[in-house]
């Protein structure tokens, strides 16, 4: 068996290295290169289409292993079982992968061949086990199965950002698996995951700090799925969801970069595919570190991450916890040290307070708008705005509208003071309290609503004063022949 794990390894480093440099070279002459922009850390422009020298190394060792074991081994292709089972699906990931490097795809379409190629893979038996949070829901098992699948594929989509770091996070990952199936016999995973340590091994002699040829999408599409894949093959056995938590701590380093790429735009309102120099190895130049001392640092924590993964394997029952927690840990302390100004920000609203004022602000606007809408006469806006105003922190001063002044006019307006410009004759004066409970973005809104509202109040109550009753005149109708 061992010979065969060596066979597989070999051959696809070997093609791996003969692969690549072709590659390259027609990227080049069909001009299949990655441009450089503002978000981007290379100069020149890089070939971008490797991915098909490690997709080709990888299934081209597949392929000649497997027959020459069918040839000299006939009871080992049944091992191949596995890799039978993804090359379909993988094959799909990898041909929208290489449409995207040349066509620049739209996100939608690139997802609807990543949950179309996520099927396949469940169809063909590989999905997550149904551990105790899926029992009886083997529905919920499934579509929880293309998540997976989906956030390990665009995971190391979004982390191949330096040169090498995407192809050697997905090494460190493969090693981590291979080391694992080996430790549980898992022979069909060992058989899976062999052949990609090559072919990324050669790779990254071409790819490595200064690289002369990216992944692109074609390779880091399909090297997220496939290490999707092998997590589930990895996690097949375990009857509990702790059999997700070996693999998920080996993705742990781009998934922990997705992850906070969406929370991050989230939090700024931005769209969740909008590009950015925001990611880990983004914050790792941010701080000083030059390209190579950021990759190397992303590669430790790889290092750290799988072995702690590994960890799991002989820890059982009895120190499970302790391991879960000091990864924890220390994934919370090195996000801590990237100092995202959105995450601290957020921190800082959830640790003094600012959620629940901002959750009273937003009921005050609301409860003011409601007021504002059901008043019917100007003392009724006077009471809505008096009241809505104490409450969200300011000392209303006093208010004209309709040709009425509300308040007390003699009294001198404190500072600061806000004015609300209704119209030429009305307005409201609102002064803030000496220590305002709200912040200048949450008094926004309610400015805003309290403007809006009163406006629109504001020409009905002068329609309804100009406007005669319909009583006066047929008042008028029937006693005009009388004064005539």
Same mark, same amino acid.
């Not at 570190?289 to 790889?302: D, I």
């Not at 805003?448 to 629109?456: F, I, Y």
């Given at each position: 068996?061992?010979?065969?794990?060596?066979?597989?390894?070999?051959?696809?480093?070997?093609?791996?290295?003969?692969?690549?440099?072709?590659?390259?070279?027609? =990227?080049?002459?069909?001009?299949?290169?990655?441009?450089?922009?503002?978000?981007?850390?290379?100069?020149?422009?890089?070939?971008?289409?490797?991915?098909?020298?490690?997709?080709? =190394?990888?299934?081209?060792?597949?392929?000649?292993?497997?027959?020459?074991?069918?040839?000299?081994?006939?009871?080992?292709?049944?091992?191949?079982?596995?890799?039978?089972?993804?090359?379909?699906?993988?094959?799909?990931?990898?041909?929208?992968?290489?449409?995207?490097?040349?066509?620049?795809?739209?996100?939608?379409?690139?997802?609807?061949?990543?949950?179309?190629?996520?099927?396949?893979?469940?169809?063909?038996?590989?999905?997550?086990?149904?551990?105790?949070?899926?029992?009886?829901?083997?529905?919920?098992?499934?579509?929880?199965?293309?998540?997976?699948?989906?956030?390990?594929?665009?995971?190391?989509?979004?982390?191949?950002?330096?040169?090498?770091?995407?192809?050697?996070?997905?090494?460190?990952?493969?090693?981590?698996?291979?080391?694992?199936?080996?430790?549980?016999?898992?022979?069909?995973?060992?058989?899976?995951?062999?052949?990609?340590?090559?072919?990324?091994?050669?790779?990254?002699?071409?790819?490595?700090?200064?690289?002369?040829?990216?992944?692109?999408?074609?390779?880091?599409?399909?090297?997220?799925?496939?290490?999707?894949?092998?997590?589930?093959?990895?996690?097949?056995?375990? =009857?509990?969801?702790?059999?997700?938590?070996?693999?998920?701590?080996?993705?742990?380093?781009?998934?922990?970069?997705?992850?906070?790429?969406?929370?991050?735009?989230?939090?700024?309102?931005?769209?969740?595919?909008?590009?950015?120099?925001?990611?880990?190895?983004?914050?790792?130049?941010?701080?000083?570190?030059?390209?190579?001392?950021?990759?190397?640092?992303?590669?430790?924590?790889?290092?750290?991450?799988?072995?702690?993964?590994?960890?799991?394997?002989?820890?059982?029952?009895?120190?499970?916890?302790?391991?879960?927690?000091?990864?924890?840990?220390?994934?919370?302390?090195?996000?801590?040290?990237?100092?995202?100004?959105?995450?601290?920000?957020?921190?800082?609203?959830?640790?003094?307070?600012?959620?629940?004022?901002?959750?009273?602000?937003?009921?005050?606007?609301?409860?003011?708008?409601?007021?504002?809408?059901?008043?019917?006469?100007?003392?009724?806006?006077? =009471?809505?705005?008096?009241?809505?105003?104490?409450?969200?922190?300011?000392?209303?001063?006093?208010?004209?509208?309709?040709?009425?002044?509300?308040?007390?006019?003699?009294?001198?307006?404190?500072?600061?003071?806000?004015?609300?410009?209704?119209?030429?004759?009305?307005?409201?004066?609102?002064?803030?309290?000496?220590?305002?409970?709200?912040?200048?973005?949450?008094?926004?809104?309610?400015?805003?609503?309290?403007?809006?509202?009163?406006?629109?109040?504001?020409?009905?109550?002068?329609?309804?004063?100009?406007?005669?009753?319909?009583?006066?005149?047929?008042?008028?109708?029937?006693?005009?022949?009388?004064?005539?």
């Amino acid at each position: 068996m061992l010979f065969i794990l060596f066979l597989l390894t070999g051959i696809a480093l070997v093609l791996s290295l003969c692969f690549t440099p072709l590659v390259r070279a027609m =990227a080049l002459k069909f001009n299949l290169v990655d441009v450089p922009d503002k978000r981007k850390v290379h100069k020149s422009p890089i070939p971008r289409i490797g991915g098909i020298a490690v997709s080709a =190394a990888y299934f081209g060792a597949c392929l000649l292993v497997a027959a020459l074991c069918s040839y000299f081994r006939p009871d080992l292709p049944v091992a191949f079982s596995a890799i039978k089972s993804i090359a379909p699906a993988t094959l799909l990931i990898f041909l929208i992968g290489l449409a995207d490097d040349i066509l620049n795809l739209k996100p939608w379409q690139k997802f609807a061949v990543q949950i179309a190629a996520s099927v396949m893979v469940i169809t063909s038996g590989v999905h997550m086990g149904e551990s105790y949070l899926f029992v009886g829901h083997p529905v919920l098992a499934r579509i929880a199965t293309v998540i997976w699948l989906l956030a390990c594929t665009n995971a190391v989509n979004l982390i191949d950002g330096l040169d090498g770091l995407a192809a050697g996070i997905a090494l460190l990952a493969t090693m981590t698996t291979l080391i694992a199936s080996l430790m549980s016999g898992n022979l069909e995973l060992t058989i899976a995951t062999a052949p990609l340590a090559g072919a990324l091994v050669g790779f990254l002699v071409f790819n490595s700090n200064p690289a002369s040829i990216f992944l692109g999408d074609s390779g880091s599409l399909v090297l997220g799925f496939l290490l999707g894949c092998f997590s589930l093959l990895w996690s097949v056995k375990s =009857a509990t969801l702790l059999g997700m938590a070996a693999p998920l701590m080996a993705l742990s380093v781009p998934l922990i970069d997705t992850s906070l790429a969406i929370l991050r735009r989230f939090l700024r309102g931005q769209p969740i595919f909008l590009p950015d120099r925001s990611h880990v190895h983004h914050r790792l130049l941010a701080l000083g570190l030059t390209h190579r001392r950021a990759v190397l640092f992303l590669y430790s924590a790889g290092l750290i991450a799988g072995a702690l993964s590994l960890s799991l394997l002989w820890a059982r029952n009895h120190g499970e916890a302790i391991i879960l927690l000091a990864f924890v840990t220390v994934a919370l302390f090195g996000i801590q040290k990237l100092g995202y100004p959105e995450l601290h920000a957020a921190r800082k609203i959830l640790l003094r307070g600012g959620l629940r004022r901002e959750i009273n602000a937003q009921l005050e606007v609301q409860s003011l708008q409601d007021g504002l809408t059901a008043a019917r006469t100007a003392e009724d806006c006077w =009471a809505a705005v008096q009241l809505n105003s104490c409450q969200f922190g300011f000392e209303v001063v006093r208010m004209r509208l309709a040709s009425r002044t509300f308040g007390e006019p003699e009294v001198a307006l404190p500072a600061p003071t806000i004015r609300i410009a209704l119209s030429e004759e009305d307005w409201v004066d609102l002064a803030l309290d000496a220590n305002p409970g709200q912040q200048p973005n949450v008094l926004i809104p309610f400015v805003t609503t309290m403007r809006r509202a009163l406006a629109e109040k504001e020409i009905s109550l002068e329609d309804a004063v100009s406007e005669p009753h319909p009583f006066s005149t047929v008042f008028q109708n029937v006693a005009s022949p009388m004064i005539h």
